[in-house]
């Protein structure tokens, strides 16, 4: 790969996703008819390996499957995106894990998330080197974290830009703050972490501007159909959403982050890469799936 490529790590979850598509959601004790049912790839951590890789990142994905028929499809999957699939682990014994994900008429989702195997996610005995040679590391909280202390600790110490997604939401140990480059943030998970209400970009700059106050480099608040709110040393700015029809928003924040932090790396503004983030969420968001819905770089136009 040439060397002008982002280099980015991500140490994350894989899990293949049970997708059921519904006209509503069941109320409890209701039973209702599913249109169809698929087997996807997904996980957060895989989701935003392969945004990356299709927006141009040169990528190392750091996770675990099981010794399974998923696992392997997993696997195989990612290689096709171009990614270095050598330091996901597979485990006898677990099974990969997976998602029960359930997408309404209107493109919204519920989902259900069965670890397995990445509860038994680590780091490889080359983790350090493998991120000297490295731009950012994306951390999710779908693995262990006691493995994303030990990870940004390292990549703290190598120099390497942690850019954390705090989903799902769990408290920040505040050790956590100083050490990440880029805290990516959607409006419920700023809000449980700053203790502050976040409904719109007002109330997302004050929530952002904490995070600073803790020692975050860059902050990005995401806001659904408002856009995404984004603050660094600079200043901040606002970015609205383009109106699109919505089919499944599974993966429309890994779509963001990845090509966010990709742009970032080839030395776009904060600001600059978000408005690319954000078409490329939009194209995402038109479309079903997880992996499948995550577009190429050439599909995504300029803003």
């Excluded at 099974?95 to 519920?110: C, K, L, P, W, Y």
């Excluded at 069965?114 to 779908?142: C, Y």
């Excluded at 693995?143 to 769990?170: Q, Y």
């Excluded at 719109?200 to 995401?222: I, K, M, P, W």
Aim: glycine share 8%; with cysteine; aromatic share 2%.
């Amino acid at each position: 790969m040439s060397s002008n490529k982002t280099r980015i790590v991500v140490l994350g979850s894989l899990n293949m996703d049970v997708v059921l598509r519904c006209d509503t959601m069941p109320a409890r004790g209701e039973t209702v008819h599913a249109q169809s049912l698929s087997y996807i790839p997904g996980g957060k951590g895989g989701n935003q390996a392969v945004a990356c890789a299709r927006h141009g990142a040169q990528v190392a994905l750091v996770g675990a499957v099981g010794r399974d028929a998923h696992g392997e499809e997993l696997r195989n999957a990612l290689v096709l995106d171009g990614i270095d699939v050598s330091h996901v682990a597979v485990h006898d014994g677990v099974a990969t894990g997976s998602a029960v994900v359930m997408v309404e008429q209107d493109g919204s989702n519920r989902i259900a998330v069965i670890p397995g195997a990445n509860a038994l996610a680590d780091l490889p005995a080359s983790f350090a080197e493998t991120l000297k040679a490295s731009d950012f590391l994306v951390v999710q909280f779908e693995t262990p974290l006691d493995v994303l202390d030990r990870a940004m600790a390292v990549a703290h110490a190598v120099g390497c830009k942690v850019v954390l997604n705090p989903s799902p939401v769990k408290a920040v140990p505040s050790a956590w703050w100083p050490m990440i480059d880029t805290l990516v943030a959607n409006e419920h998970e700023a809000a449980e972490l700053s203790g502050m209400a976040v409904a719109d970009a007002h109330s997302a700059l004050a929530a952002a501007q904490h995070f600073l106050s803790q020692g975050v480099r860059r902050v990005v608040v995401t806001l659904g159909s408002q856009g995404a709110l984004a603050l660094d040393a600079s200043g901040h700015s606002v970015h609205p959403a383009p109106k699109v029809q919505v089919v499944d928003t599974t993966s429309a924040g890994d779509t963001f982050l990845g090509t966010m932090t990709t742009r970032l790396g080839e030395g776009c503004t904060l600001a600059q890469a978000v408005e690319w983030a954000i078409q490329a969420a939009a194209l995402c968001i038109g479309r079903a799936g997880a992996q499948p819905s995550i577009p190429q770089r050439s599909e995504v136009k300029a803003p």
